[in-house]
């Protein structure tokens, strides 16, 4: 099996920064997409930041200019540096990936476990 493990959230101050980590470990396999997601309570999941394997990022226009996605393919680790933090930005990040594991010829879709982030004075 292959998990997702996020770290890196916590409490901030407003204007303040933070960088967020997601790992891929398991089994051999191959990942294409490794995306942030996160939720506000009461809202809907969105997505943050995409960055699929050769192709070029996008961002939430919320985000656009504070946050940065970028990946290290040999460690299977995709990170999100997010600046200038703002109140509204307060919820739980999420991790996401296609995956697939060696042997198989299709993939699947693969979560972390979240990561709490509150920005409050």
């Known amino acids: 099996q292959v998990q997702l493990v996020e770290s890196g959230g916590g409490l901030v101050q407003p204007g303040g920064s933070l960088r967020l980590s997601c790992a891929a470990s398991?089994?051999?396999?191959?990942?294409?997409?490794m995306d942030w997601y996160r939720q506000a309570p009461g809202k809907q999941r969105e997505l943050v930041a995409t960055?699929?394997?050769?192709?070029?990022?996008n961002y939430a226009d919320s985000v656009k200019g504070r946050f940065t996605i970028s990946r290290d393919n040999a460690k299977n680790t995709v990170y999100l540096q997010m600046n200038s933090l703002k109140p509204e930005d307060t919820a739980v990040y999420y991790c996401?990936?296609?995956?697939?594991?060696?042997?198989?010829?299709?993939?699947?879709?693969?979560w972390g476990q979240g990561t709490q982030v509150t920005v409050s004075s």
């Open positions: 996401y990936a296609r995956i697939k594991i060696a042997g198989r010829t299709y993939y699947d879709d693969y």
């Open positions: 398991g089994r051999a396999f191959s990942i294409s997409t």
């Open positions: 960055m699929p394997s050769g192709g070029s990022t």
